[in-house]
T-cell receptor, first 111, second 113 residues
Framework: GQQVMQIPQYQHVQEGEDFTTYCNSSTTLSNIQWYKQRPGGHPVFLIQLVKSGEVKKQKRLTFQFGEAKKNSSLHITATQTTDVGTYFCAGSVDSSYKLIFGSGTRLLVRP | DTEVTQTPKHLVMGMTNKKSLKCEQHMGHRAMYWYKQKAKKPPELMFVYSYEKLSINESVPSRFSPECPNSSLLNLHLHALQPEDSALYLC????????????FGEGSWLTVV
């Protein structure tokens, strides 16, 4: 079946260090969305990427969608303690409503 | 603040109880979703409603019964649940087109005892 793999599972960084999480799909995605979930919270939408090779930035966050639309990454520059949480990628295929979630990357930031 | 509101935020129920989770959105979205999330796992899709009609049921056991009374409301009726059904239940909504952004509510934390 369709799968979206996400690595790493867990990362612990010193505040100020950079962080990257990677997402890989077994099938071509029509789009990919990224969510952040704080501990005890709910997934909050960050961004959606639709075009092949697309790059979008939100302040210290940079999102990329691969040329083949099978992979994506989220890079955080100079992490802060407010970045703590689990980052999920989620992709949809063709005309399906179903979002296939990656397994998530849990980010901890040491102050 | 989320524009998808869920009640109750916390629910403890026995295995013989009948309870309901409720969800409301005022974004004019015509697709609504129920997801289940276990600790340290991604959300898992349970049901999708599009224009108030059930369009996806991810082979969810019949002890979970969804209902969409109108375009703004979504309920999840619970009966004879098992302890392993304890989880965070997330409601979400979107425009009814593939690839549209899905907005989640804050969730209902369910514990089955």
């Amino acid at each position: 079946g369709q799968q979206v793999m996400q690595i790493p599972q867990y990362q612990h960084v010193q505040e100020g260090e950079d962080f990257t999480t990677y997402c890989n799909s077994s099938t071509t995605l029509s789009n990919i969305q990224w969510y952040k979930q704080r501990p005890g919270g709910h997934p909050v939408f960050l961004i959606q990427l639709v075009k092949s090779g697309e790059v979008k930035k939100q302040k210290r966050l940079t999102f990329q969608f691969g040329e083949a639309k099978k992979n994506s990454s989220l890079h955080i520059t100079a992490t802060q303690t407010t970045d703590v949480g689990t980052y999920f990628c989620a992709g949809s295929v063709d005309s399906s409503y179903k979002l296939i979630f990656g397994s998530g990357t849990r980010l901890l930031v040491r102050p | 603040d989320t524009e998808v509101t869920q009640t109750p935020k916390h629910l403890v129920m026995g295995m013989t109880n009948k309870k309901s989770l409720k969800c409301e959105q005022h974004m004019g979205h015509r697709a609504m979703y129920w997801y289940k999330q276990k600790a340290k796992k991604p959300p898992e899709l349970m049901f999708v409603y599009s224009y108030e009609k059930l369009s996806i049921n991810e082979s969810v056991p019949s002890r979970f019964s969804p209902e969409c009374p109108n375009s703004s409301l979504l309920n999840l009726h619970l009966h004879a649940l098992q302890p392993e059904d304890s989880a965070l239940y997330l409601c979400a909504s979107s425009q009814p087109f593939s690839g549209n952004t899905i907005y989640f509510g804050e969730g209902s934390w369910l514990t089955v005892v």
